[in-house]
């Protein structure tokens, strides 16, 4: 049971927590989910029972426990919850387990037969979710020794050996160079750029060994669920569902000039900023709600910071706005099932948005929330939390295009900090998917070079300090195919931008992404499209 908690400093046990205040409700909430973790239970499902029967009772205890999963989710990361690590723990434990002996269940797999078999799309869809959630299913020794290499590995990223500069590369007030922040500090104020070189390949320069220990167990794991290897299995439902076709596209986008990671930040701090009038929150949202509105997309405000949104008179859910934080993002409290629940989604952002990158982003995680709400499938298996597909964002980051192009967004000025920090991110996603994709399949695939600043050992560590590289791995070039993806969409289609917006992300009738590209594009879609469409801009890029 969790331990009632003062708000009083002096209570606290903890003594990271002293002179800490928290919120009464959020620790009360945190008491709830305790007690309904406690009491949860899941009913085994009935036998020799009719599809339709058995599917509702399935449908039933999937959304109890994803929803009280979810839950738990939101409050992870607030600062009340790390006075009950324990607790959290055990209930995420609970709950995984019990997810995996629902899955398991006999019943289950003649369930996934008769939905995979149907003719029926939205069943269809189902069963290879459900199929695919069985296949993801590790034993509990296999996750145990993933989490401690992952674990490991968090603390070797955070551990480097102290680099201390030789006298010729000084700088004033230096100290040794032990964490990133001590090293962005150097590298931003030392006009050397063979002292600026010297240090960042001294700092990332450690062994590496514990994380092919970690590729392997990814590996393991994937044959125990019936694949050859990780990359095999996580390809299986994509788009791009072969490493060569990921390759192509990664070669199609890379750039022959990439800027140097100890240089970025000298380049950044003399560039110019892009003119920026500052925006209030109030007034972008109350424009973008008159464009969704072009979409069948209609708002119910119920207090300042609560909306009701609808598609089309059919409600979808519900909007808390808060105003009150420093970055824009979206918070999702309950994913929307027809006929079971509508979706509870927090959007936050600044009151007053001091530039372009910042209106973008609010745009961005407003489009992403809104597309939740759209895609309302008949089962929570079918949701977008459930889906790993590397077409996952492709309805929010469309959406989030076609609403910058209605809103007039000004993009940033070339040569602008604005634009070179985007291309610099751009190159380095580029480089760590093409080093994700030759770890995993553990072949060469005859790639010329990672980057314009060698295939060195300092360059692997830089790509493994992010710990972003072990939770997205290979799919890190799912973001950037989407987006050119969305562009092309955008820009190819023949069809109206509400027919689009039914098509990709209302998705009623559940159909396959490759259908649905094809009725939008007119014609089956094709990766060389989007290959040749960013030759050109390279060549356009080169020939100015």
Not at 217 to 230: H, P, V
Not at 464 to 490: E, R, T
Not at 526 to 540: G, P, R, T, V, W
Request: hydrophobic residues 40%.
């Amino acid at each position: 049971m969790l331990v009632a908690v003062s708000t009083d400093a002096a209570s606290s046990p903890h003594k990271d927590f002293q002179h800490k205040k928290f919120d009464a409700t959020v620790l009360a909430s945190l008491q709830l989910l305790n007690e309904q973790c406690k009491a949860f239970s899941v009913v085994p499902l009935s036998k020799k029972q009719k599809f339709e029967y058995l599917l509702g009772e399935f449908e039933k205890q999937s959304l109890k426990i994803n929803n009280l999963s979810d839950a738990l989710s939101n409050f992870v990361n607030l600062p009340e919850s790390r006075l009950f690590t324990r607790e959290i723990i055990n209930c995420q434990i609970k709950l995984s387990d019990t997810w995996r002996n629902l899955l398991y269940q006999p019943q289950v797999e003649n369930l996934i037969q008769q939905l995979t078999n149907s003719h029926n799309a939205k069943f269809r869809e189902l069963g290879f979710r459900l199929s695919q959630a069985r296949n993801s299913q590790a034993t509990q020794n296999q996750l145990a020794r993933l989490r401690i290499l992952e674990a490991e590995i968090a603390q070797w990223a955070k551990k480097k050996t102290p680099v201390i500069p030789s006298k010729l590369c000084l700088i004033p007030n230096q100290e040794n160079i032990i964490d990133n922040s001590i090293l962005h500090f150097y590298l931003l104020n030392q006009p050397q750029e063979s002292c600026r070189k010297q240090i960042w390949t001294q700092f990332y320069k450690q062994s590496t060994t514990i994380v092919q220990d970690w590729i392997e167990q990814k590996n393991t794991i994937a044959q125990y669920s019936g694949y050859r290897t990780f990359i095999e299995q996580q390809q299986f439902y994509n788009i791009l569902n072969k490493p060569q076709s990921i390759l192509n596209y990664l070669q199609s986008k890379s750039s022959t000039t990439a800027i140097e990671p100890w240089n970025i930040g000298q380049i950044l701090k003399n560039a110019p900023r892009t003119s920026f009038a500052k925006l209030q929150l109030e007034t972008l949202l109350a424009k973008s709600f008159i464009q969704l509105s072009k979409l069948g997309i209609s708002t119910q405000q119920l207090t300042p910071n609560l909306y009701r949104i609808w598609l089309n008179k059919r409600l979808l859910g519900h909007l808390y706005l808060d105003a009150s934080q420093t970055k824009s993002g979206s918070r999702v409290v309950r994913y929307p099932v027809i006929g079971h629940q509508f979706a509870d989604i927090t959007l936050t952002a600044p009151k007053i948005l001091t530039s372009n990158r910042k209106v973008k982003q609010f745009i961005s995680q407003l489009a992403r929330t809104v597309t939740i709400m759209a895609d309302s499938p008949e089962f929570y298996l079918s949701s977008n939390t459930m889906d790993f597909s590397d077409s996952r964002e492709l309805g929010a980051i469309w959406l989030t295009k076609w609403l910058q192009q209605q809103l007039k967004i000004t993009t940033a000025s070339k040569g602008s900090r604005e634009q070179i920090a985007q291309t610099y991110q751009q190159q380095l996603n580029i480089i760590k998917a093409k080093w994700a994709l030759l770890v995993f399949t553990g072949q060469e695939y005859n790639v010329p070079a990672l980057s314009a600043f060698n295939h060195s050992s300092s360059l692997v560590n830089y790509i493994y300090s992010d710990p972003n590289f072990f939770s997205q791995n290979i799919g890190i070039y799912k973001g950037l195919f989407q987006d050119d993806l969305a562009s092309m969409l955008l820009e190819k289609s023949k069809i109206s931008a509400n027919q689009i917006f039914e098509i990709l992300v209302v998705n009623e009738s559940r159909q396959a992404i490759n259908k649905r590209l094809n009725v939008i594009l007119a014609h089956p879609f094709e990766l060389k499209d989007i290959i040749n469409i960013n030759k050109l801009k390279s060549k356009k890029r080169s020939s100015n």
